[in-house]
């Protein structure tokens, strides 16, 4: 998994799609998934807790575990499904991407938000907090559209293709 999570911080390595496309898995997805789950959680307080004016006053909240979950595993599983049904309704030939390593694919290039989630919690600097989510984006939308690429060039006329990037990089 080391290997895998490596790979993925660096948008247009191949190697990646390579290696995991030989073995998917669903334990490093989830293991992502529900490990920024909780550094989103430990880092929202952490910050909030950095925020206050009396330290004695705070109050840990979780109200943004059932918030996360249902986003990241929205995105995680959702989007893979969405591509897989645009590109069956509408591509000339079936994708070469497996569900199973589509939900992968989309759960590893959430790796990079591990690094900045973590960092936006101890640094109380909105800039830097913006600049770290903004280099965690491009970072994860570089990382899918590299993936996707070879599959959607082949499946999908051009037009069409641009949609589906569009909509990957939208969401």
């Known amino acids: 998994m080391k290997v895998r999570l490596l790979a993925s911080l660096m948008p247009f ?20 998934l529900w490990t920024l789950v909780v550094i989103i959680t430990i880092t929202g307080n952490f910050a909030r807790y950095l925020e206050m004016d009396d330290p004695e006053q705070f109050t840990y909240t979780f ?8 986003v990241l595993f929205g995105l995680g599983i959702g989007l893979p499904l969405g591509i897989k049904a645009v590109v069956k309704c509408f591509g000339h030939q079936q994708s070469s991407v497996p569900i199973l390593t ?3 694919i ?15 919690g101890f640094i109380p600097n909105n800039i830097v907090q913006w600049i770290l989510i903004i280099y965690s984006a491009l970072t994860s939308i570089m990382f899918l559209v590299a993936t996707y690429w070879a599959d ?3 499946t999908l ?12 990089c939208l969401t």
Do not use: H
């Open 106 to 120: 989309y759960a590893y290039s959430f790796s990079s938000f591990l690094i900045s989630s973590i960092l936006c």
């Open 13 to 32: 390595n191949q190697k990646f799609y390579r290696e995991y496309s030989l073995k998917p898995d669903l334990y490093g997805p989830f293991w992502i």
């Open 102 to 104: 589509g939900i992968g």
């Open 157 to 168: 006329d051009s037009r069409k293709r641009i949609l589906v990037i569009l909509g990957i």
């Open 152 to 154: 959607l060039s082949t």
């Open 63 to 70: 109200k943004i575990i059932p918030i996360s979950i249902a």
